[in-house]
């Protein structure tokens, strides 16, 4: 089992940028296919992006596309989510999860707060 660690949330501005960090112990992230997902208050948590753990292939949900930006750096044991130009919809909490070798994800951080304000 993999333990993760969010980090870099806080309160932004409307057109603001924030980077995620999401740090890894216990196991070599390398194996694990990441996702960022987030839950705004009162809705049911939704996906945000992943990246692939072999080829580093990554998808994003429509609304953060051209926006928000998933990266891995194995060496660090560490995914990260640069989100730019951010709408007060994206709004919630974030987390981060890992499947090993691309199978469920069973791996979950414990969240990290983002609020952007209008």
């Known amino acids: 089992q993999v333990r993760l660690v969010e980090s870099g949330g806080g309160l932004v501005q409307a057109g603001g940028s924030l980077r995620l960090s999401c740090a890894a112990s216990?196991?070599?992230?390398?194996?694990?296919?990441m996702t960022w997902r987030r839950q705004a208050p009162g809705k049911e948590r939704e996906f945000v992006a992943d990246i692939a753990w072999r080829g580093g292939e990554t998808s994003y949900a429509d609304s953060v596309k051209g926006r928000f930006t998933i990266s891995r750096d194995n060496a660090k044991n560490t995914v990260y989510l640069q989100m730019n130009s951010l709408k007060p919809e994206d709004t919630g909490v974030y987390y981060c999860?890992?499947?090993?070798?691309?199978?469920?994800?069973?791996?979950w951080g414990q969240g990290i707060q983002v609020t952007v304000s209008s």
């Open positions: 999860g890992g499947a090993l070798t691309g199978g469920a994800y069973k791996d």
């Open positions: 216990g196991r070599t992230l390398s194996l694990y296919t």
